[in-house]
């Protein structure tokens, strides 16, 4: 699967003012500054049509880009910056967990985490909220190009010791880089079967 047309539809400051149709949509999520925009720009092969920052906690709103006229690829709010109020990670919080439960159009979630620090308590009670609410998800490891094959390795075990000790079915991990083009073609054939209704929630 490739990409060949994607556009910004827009960007909602509620799940109620996302796109009023019915097409499929596919979000993506994770911590603040785990390199989600860039991966976003990679995966659709489009070098800004997600603008990466230099300042953490940049996006506050969902941001819906419609892909070949089928289905919508969601740019949710990043999660756990500390530099912005309480009251503010309250609302991003909130907005992001209304959609999560409550957009019918939803189909999956890809949750991205840095594969160059160890598992983070705040990733993993996400996971655990994303399961306990039975929403489909798959891990996507991002800046996979900073680290040595053995670091890797070694850091993607050690995801997979602490899940496995908490899950019975240890969700997906799939390792990408937003510079080398890692995990590009398998994410997108991921994408493509949920699309086609093969896969998801």
């Not at 003012?17 to 092969?45: H, Q, Y």
């Not at 594969?115 to 990733?123: G, M, T």
């Not at 050690?158 to 899950?167: A, C, D, K, N």
């Amino acid at each position: 699967m490739s990409i060949k047309r994607i556009s910004f539809i827009g960007s909602a400051a509620s799940a109620e003012s996302c796109p009023a149709d019915a097409l499929p949509e596919i979000a993506f999520t994770g911590r603040s500054n785990v390199g989600k925009s860039s991966l976003i720009n990679m995966l659709t092969s489009r070098r800004g049509i997600a603008r990466v920052s230099a300042i953490p906690g940049k996006t506050r709103l969902i941001n819906h880009f419609l892909a070949d006229a089928s289905w919508y690829l969601v740019d949710l709010p990043g999660y756990g910056y500390a530099q912005i109020s309480r009251t503010e990670q309250k609302k991003i919080r909130e907005l992001v967990h209304t959609y999560l439960l409550h957009r019918k159009q939803l189909r999956y979630v890809f949750l991205l985490v840095d594969s160059r620090i160890a598992p983070q308590q705040i990733d993993l009670r996400f996971m655990e909220w994303l399961r306990f609410h039975a929403i489909s998800f798959i891990i996507l490891f991002t800046k996979t190009d900073k680290l040595s094959g053995t670091e890797l390795r070694r850091n993607f075990s050690r995801y997979q010791r602490i899940l496995r000790s908490h899950w019975e079915v240890v969700p997906v991990i799939i390792p990408t880089s937003a510079k080398t083009r890692t995990g590009k073609d398998e994410v997108l054939g991921i994408i493509s079967e949920i699309v086609e209704g093969k896969i998801g929630n």
